[in-house]
């Protein structure tokens, strides 16, 4: 029989719906039943595509006897994080505060006021590596619960104080500039894996933010290091098993240093990031193979995550069949030697070994190997053409395979993401097609997600809106997104939504000294309001919102985005000498402020070559408005009084509030642009 959660839109709490468990979703009514009963909460927090929450779900939530345990002591309540990101960082800064270290599936203890007092994450169903089971875990809650209840009321009211006491002031390191960018690029290079591209040791994460930096500060101020390291991790990774060599786009992470072996499952954010990545290392340096990720990923985003209402879908399941019909973590995309003869015949599956690293011991498990390029060098003319042709044989075989589950909700952060990769790599490539998707996703967005009460919601699923409201991620993510379809596409209905969302960040989620919290004013009241200036998987919504709001200002010469823009990035002057890995996309940010941002007006055609010109400029954080004719002024304020120069198309550039001469000509604008 079906529980509480048959009745929610999330695809992570549907996989939960016919469990034993009597799960609840997050709400006061949970709360409520845990008062009535006198019982405590198990707030058990995971997303669709996370590997460990299956297995902990399979050991332990689909256990009858768990599950009645479970059912008689507690108010059982599963939350996605995804659908829910504000309670989720509320909790986990609680789980790492505690225990050193976080993650998912995250399990917490809390009383009936949602006040939490025991932490953890995975826990098997029977001790082991030095982890209690699960079961033993519960009773031993119960126990506490039952006869140390005053301990357990102190324990939660502490942690509940020590979480409110960590406010954030923004203004401690002043605005970010030269010193602190500088001493941010010094650190980077400290920690930067010089062997195999990226930062850190194992598990290694794609830094899409940290690159996002490193090519903006190289434009500003032609550090070469900072290149260097740009485009070696992101060579590195492309040649690696986290990218998928046949069919386009990234995995979430590498288990290892080398980029060898992945988790297996596929973003929407991570693809989205680094798609943009990719595009704009091409543009600075014409990279072959980063014109050819950049497609390959857009591509893929696509073909594998769009939906029918013309979104993109959260993500791809680690897990599928394999031909023996269990359901392992990468079986749709590692293959063995005999695999690829069976595909290939001997000749050919020789030379797809030998390209891809495929070996009889295998790279992956049973004897298996992750597909990566092991070749250096450039291939010739006809070993290219034998590749195009081996890769596409690969994939209609790996076609009919079983294929991992999507998570089919929308989430408008990371579409807002989207639409600002397919909208600057369509324009950049002569790909309209990926121009119109952009187009659409953002259509999507306005119309389910901001809806009649003009607020956005997080999530969507089959063209209808959740109940969540939208954070300060969704807020910043969605705005940059349609900040550069505007720029793309010179319609300035874009820039005018992206406006009214910018102007509810300053209203609804912005303190005192510039300081932004994750959630509204008027959201729901957690036990501590969330506000983390840090990068994630995606750029905090604390930076985004920082970018959005300095591109609208560049766009409108609105003073109030501007200062608000400036005051949340005094947190970027304070973080980013320690800890730029964590701050990338402030950092990024932080370089557009020092450049300018440089603004640029186009009188002349959208997508011709001055136009075309602009938006493959490379100073930080431009923006582009384009348009012909005399009402072009009240589409983009940049285009007020700004008229073709004898009747030719013209450009103009201003920064830091002083313009240069109009010109006429690309290479010249080119050059102005050049960073």
Aim: charge should be negative; charged fraction near 25%; proline fraction near 5%.
């Amino acid at each position: 029989m079906a529980n509480r959660l048959a009745q929610t839109t999330s695809p992570y709490l549907l996989q939960h719906a016919d469990n034993p468990v009597d799960w609840w979703p997050w709400s006061p009514e949970a709360f409520e039943e845990a008062r009535w009963r006198g019982v405590p909460v198990l707030l058990s927090v995971g997303y669709a595509s996370c590997h460990w929450c299956h297995v902990m779900a399979h050991e332990s939530f689909e256990d009858a006897t768990v599950a009645g345990y479970l059912n008689a002591h507690f108010v059982p309540v599963k939350v996605d994080r995804e659908e829910r990101p504000d309670v989720d960082a509320v909790y986990m800064e609680a789980v790492q505060a505690a225990t050193g270290q976080g993650g998912w599936p995250m399990t917490v203890f809390l009383t009936a006021d949602a006040e939490p007092f025991y932490f953890g994450t995975y826990f098997p169903p029977e001790a082991r590596h030095g982890m209690p089971s699960f079961q033993q875990v519960l009773e031993g809650v119960v126990a506490a619960w039952n006869d140390r209840r005053e301990e357990v009321a102190e324990v939660a009211e502490r942690i509940v104080r020590d979480l409110a006491s960590r406010s954030l002031a923004t203004g401690e390191g002043g605005l970010p500039g030269e010193p602190e960018l500088a001493q941010a690029l010094l650190r980077l290079t400290r920690d930067y894996d010089e062997k195999h591209g990226g930062f850190g040791g194992a598990p290694k994460f794609p830094p899409s933010m940290v690159v996002e930096f490193l090519l903006r500060h190289h434009a500003r101020t032609g550090a070469e290091g900072a290149l260097q390291m740009a485009a070696d991790s992101c060579a590195a990774m492309a040649r690696g098993g986290i990218y998928d060599q046949l069919g386009g786009g990234f995995a979430r992470y590498s288990v290892d240093r080398e980029w060898v072996v992945p988790h297996f499952e596929k973003m929407l954010y991570d693809n989205a990031l680094l798609c943009r990545v990719y595009a704009h290392l091409w543009r600075a340096t014409g990279s072959d193979l980063a014109r050819r990720v950049a497609l390959e990923t857009a591509d893929f985003m696509v073909r594998e995550l769009r939906t029918a209402e013309g979104g993109f879908a959260s993500a791809l399941d680690a897990d599928s069949e394999d031909a023996e019909g269990r359901h392992v973590e990468g079986a749709f995309y590692v293959w063995t030697p005999a695999q690829l003869r069976e595909v290939l015949g001997e000749e050919d599956a020789a030379f797809a070994a030998g390209y891809f690293g495929v070996t009889e011991e295998g790279t992956f498990e049973e004897g298996s190997s992750v597909l990566r390029l092991v070749r250096t060098g450039e291939t010739d003319d006809a070993d290219a053409a034998r590749v195009a042709d081996v890769r596409a044989r690969l994939l209609a075989a790996r076609e009919l395979r079983a294929r991992p589950e999507r998570d089919d909700k929308i989430v408008a952060a990371w579409n807002g993401l989207a639409i600002a990769a397919l909208a600057e790599t369509g324009a950049y490539f002569g790909r309209p097609d990926l121009v119109e998707r952009a187009t659409e996703a953002a259509d999507l967005l306005v119309r389910v997600h901001m809806g009649d009460v003009a607020r956005l919601c997080r999530t969507s699923k089959d063209g209808r809106a959740g109940d969540n409201a939208g954070v300060l991620e969704d807020y910043g993510d969605v705005a940059e997104g349609f900040l550069a379809l505007a720029s793309v596409t010179g319609e300035g209905t874009w820039l005018e939504f992206a406006g009214f969302l910018l102007d509810i960040v300053l209203e609804h989620f912005t303190g005192e000294g510039g300081q932004l919290y994750d959630t509204a004013d008027d959201a729901e009241q957690l036990i501590r309001r969330p506000q983390d200036p840090t990068d994630s998987a995606t750029p905090a919504g604390w930076t985004a919102a920082a970018g959005a709001l300095l591109s609208y200002a560049a766009h409108t010469g609105s003073e109030a985005h501007r200062t608000a823009a400036e005051g949340a990035l005094g947190i970027v002057g304070a973080l980013g000498p320690k800890a730029p890995r964590f701050i990338g996309w402030g950092l990024a940010v932080a370089e557009a402020l020092l450049d300018g941002p440089r603004e640029v007006a186009v009188a002349g055609p959208v997508g011709g070559e001055l136009h075309r010109t602009a938006l493959l400029g490379r100073a930080p954080g431009a923006v582009v408005a384009a348009g012909e004719g005399p009402d072009a002024g009240t589409e983009f304020p940049l285009l007020v009084d700004r008229p073709p120069v004898g009747g030719e198309p013209a450009a103009y550039v201003c920064r830091h509030f002083v313009c240069d001469a109009p010109t006429t000509d690309t290479g010249e604008l080119a050059a102005k642009l050049g960073g």
